[in-house]
C-alpha cells in the first residue's frame, strides 16, 4: 500500500496518507467526540433548513462531518480548521456540486449519505465515493440499461439474485460519476458491520481505520481493501 507525502507514515488512520476513504453509520459520527454541527459552515447551515426529514438531515451532517475528519487524517490539520466548499462543475455556481478544498487545490474530495449511512474520501486527484444500504435494489432494469452499459446490467440480471449485482453497478456508476472520470481506480467493497455497499473511484493506495472489520469484502480494478471506520476507536489523532 502507498504511504502519504510522509513516506514513513504508513497504516490506518496516519497523517500523511495519500487519501483517506471513511465509512460510518450516521450514528457512530454524531457521537463522536470531535464531530458536531458548529463545524459547518454557515452556508451548510442554510441549506440544511429546507430538509423535513429528520434522519435525512442527520445523515447529510454525518456525511459533512466525515469529511471533515478525511481532510483532517490527510492534510493534518484540526476537523475545524478544515473548510469545505462545493462548486457545480455545471453552472459554476458555488454551495452545491462537488466538494472541493479551497486551501488544498492538489487534493479531490467526495461524500455520500444514504439512509442512516455515511462515507467520504480526500485525497490527491479526483475521487469520488458512494453508499447504498445492502438491502437498497435499483431500478427498474429499462432505466438502469440507459444508465449504465448495457453488457453489465444483462449479466447481473441473468444471476439467480440480479439486486446485488445491480447495487455494485449502480455504486461504481455513482463514484465514477462524482470523481468526474472513468479511467481511474475503482474498488466495491461491502460492510458487513453496517449493512453497507460502497464504490471508492480513484484514491490509489488509500487507507481506512478499522482493519479489525474482517466481514468487508471486496472487488474492482485498485487493488487493496480499504476498510471501514470505526468512529468510537479511531479519534482523528489516530491514536
Same mark, same amino acid.
Given at each position: 500500500?502507498?504511504?502519504?507525502?510522509?513516506?514513513g507514515e504508513t497504516g490506518p488512520g496516519r497523517v500523511g496518507a495519500a487519501?483517506?476513504?471513511?465509512?460510518?453509520?450516521?450514528?457512530?459520527?454524531?457521537?463522536?467526540?470531535?464531530?458536531?454541527?458548529?463545524?459547518?459552515?454557515?452556508?451548510?447551515?442554510?441549506?440544511? *433548513? #429546507? !430538509?423535513? /426529514?429528520?434522519?435525512?438531515?442527520?445523515?447529510?451532517?454525518?456525511?459533512?462531518? =466525515?469529511? @471533515? $475528519?478525511?481532510?483532517?487524517?490527510?492534510?493534518?490539520?484540526?476537523?475545524?480548521?478544515?473548510?469545505?466548499?462545493?462548486?457545480?462543475?455545471?453552472?459554476?455556481?458555488?454551495?452545491?456540486?462537488?466538494?472541493?478544498?479551497?486551501?488544498?487545490?492538489?487534493?479531490?474530495?467526495s461524500l455520500s449519505h444514504a439512509d442512516g449511512l455515511a462515507a467520504a474520501?480526500?485525497?490527491?486527484?479526483? *475521487? #469520488? !465515493?458512494? /453508499?447504498?444500504?445492502?438491502?437498497?435494489?435499483?431500478?427498474?432494469?429499462?432505466? =438502469?440499461? @440507459? $444508465?449504465?452499459?448495457?453488457?453489465?446490467?444483462?449479466?447481473?440480471?441473468?444471476?439467480?439474485?440480479?439486486?446485488?449485482?445491480l447495487l455494485r453497478l449502480w455504486v461504481r456508476r455513482e463514484a465514477l460519476?462524482?470523481?468526474?472520470?472513468?479511467?481511474?481506480?475503482?474498488?466495491?467493497?461491502?460492510?458487513?458491520?453496517?449493512?453497507?455497499?460502497?464504490?471508492?473511484?480513484?484514491?490509489?493506495?488509500?487507507?481506512?481505520?478499522?482493519?479489525?472489520?474482517?466481514?468487508?469484502?471486496?472487488?474492482?480494478?485498485?487493488?487493496? $481493501?480499504?476498510?471501514?471506520?470505526?468512529?468510537?476507536?479511531?479519534?482523528?489523532?489516530?491514536?
Open positions: 500500500m502507498n504511504s502519504g507525502p510522509g513516506r487519501a483517506v476513504a471513511l465509512v460510518a453509520t450516521t450514528a457512530e459520527v454524531l457521537a463522536h467526540p470531535e464531530l458536531d454541527e458548529s463545524l459547518l459552515a454557515p452556508w451548510e447551515r442554510r441549506r440544511l *433548513v #429546507g !430538509i423535513r /426529514v429528520p434522519a435525512r438531515r442527520d445523515d447529510v451532517v454525518a456525511a459533512r462531518l =466525515l469529511l @471533515r $475528519l478525511c481532510a483532517s487524517r490527510v492534510t493534518g490539520r484540526p476537523p475545524r480548521d478544515v473548510t469545505p466548499a462545493q462548486r457545480c462543475p455545471g453552472c459554476g455556481r458555488d454551495g452545491h456540486g462537488r466538494p472541493y478544498l479551497p486551501d488544498h487545490p492538489g487534493l479531490g474530495a474520501v480526500v485525497g490527491p486527484g479526483p *475521487v #469520488g !465515493i458512494d /453508499v447504498e444500504p445492502l438491502t437498497r435494489r435499483p431500478g427498474p432494469v429499462p432505466v =438502469l440499461r @440507459r $444508465l449504465l452499459p448495457h453488457d453489465e446490467v444483462d449479466a447481473a440480471c441473468a444471476e439467480p439474485d440480479p439486486g446485488p449485482a460519476f462524482k470523481a468526474g472520470r472513468d479511467d481511474v481506480p475503482l474498488t466495491v467493497w461491502t460492510d458487513r458491520r453496517r449493512a453497507a455497499v460502497v464504490a471508492l473511484a480513484g484514491a490509489d493506495g488509500a487507507t481506512g481505520a478499522d482493519w479489525a472489520d474482517r466481514g468487508a469484502t471486496a472487488d474492482g480494478a485498485a487493488g487493496a $481493501l480499504l476498510p471501514s471506520l470505526s468512529l468510537r476507536q479511531a479519534p482523528p489523532s489516530g491514536r
